[in-house]
């Protein structure tokens, strides 16, 4: 772990990282970001209840307390 602190704090890192062409720095980057930010993951709401299906209006009318 000492080799890979001591290559960032002496800026050879740095300096290598920009001197590749743009398009390896992004390819690079996006590799390295795995490592610090969470990958997104898709979710599923289910919202039945049993009942008969709701349009968007009985729901919209239902939160806005409105009787049917």
């Known amino acids: 772990m000492?080799?890979?602190a001591d290559?960032?704090?002496s800026g050879l890192m740095t300096s290598?990282?920009?001197a590749l062409d743009p398009?390896?720095?992004l390819v690079i980057a996006e590799r390295?970001?795995?490592y610090t930010?969470?990958?997104m993951q898709a979710t599923a709401i289910d919202l039945t209840t049993g009942?008969?299906?709701k349009t968007i209006e009985d729901r919209l009318a239902e939160l806005a307390?409105?009787?049917e």
């Open 23 to 25: 398009k390896d720095r």
């Open 32 to 34: 390295l970001m795995q």
């Open 51 to 53: 009942e008969k299906e």
């Open 16 to 18: 290598d990282f920009m």
């Open 2 to 4: 000492s080799l890979l």
């Open 37 to 39: 930010m969470p990958k």
């Open 7 to 9: 290559y960032s704090n």
């Open 65 to 67: 307390g409105e009787d």
